[in-house]
């Protein structure tokens, strides 16, 4: 969605400051939100539902020592690598991390990674605008396709379950 805002940027629909303005601060946002959660919640909640993931409290005072080590770059690293920026948030708030270290390094993170994508959109100018609509063409045809298969699967999930009433009686 970045590199695709960098592309709007490029062509002269959107403006720089509000889309990057935008960008981090819904990041900032979301970041903030899993901290939170972390901090509120997350000890609870990996007592709670963790023996179904396979998290003990062996493994969190595993994490909480790395963390308190090295963690809190991958609040900085962790949002060029998909899935880690949405964990390390609430990681922190579980590892009890200070909001202001916690801020100075998602925040940054946050930053960094709004305007490299911003920047790869913007500087692959018209290149990034043809393979952004190809990819959402892509995807509208893929789930277009993909709700087809399940509405074939489950009419004749339906006609499979009456004929087999019809057979019973």
Not at 31 to 41: D, E, K, N
Not at 142 to 154: E, F, P, Q, T
């Amino acid at each position: 969605m970045l590199t695709f805002a960098g592309c709007l940027i490029y062509k002269r629909h959107f403006h720089i400051v509000p889309t990057l303005a935008a960008a981090v601060l819904g990041s900032v946002c979301g970041i903030s939100v899993s901290y939170y959660l972390g901090r509120t919640l997350g000890i609870s909640i990996v007592r709670r539902y963790g023996q179904w993931y396979h998290i003990t409290e062996e493994r969190m005072s595993r994490v909480h020592a790395w963390f308190d080590r090295t963690g809190r770059w991958s609040l900085l690293v962790g949002y060029f690598i998909p899935g880690v920026r949405h964990l390390a948030g609430f990681v922190s708030g579980t590892s009890i991390l200070r909001f202001r270290e916690f801020a100075l390094f998602a925040y940054t993170g946050a930053f960094v990674w709004s305007v490299t994508f911003v920047a790869i959109g913007y500087y692959s100018g018209k290149e990034s605008c043809s393979t952004t609509r190809t990819i959402h063409r892509d995807i509208v045809v893929g789930a277009v396709l993909a709700a087809i298969m399940v509405l074939v699967y489950l009419f004749l999930l339906k006609n499979r379950v009456g004929r087999n009433d019809d057979i019973r009686d």
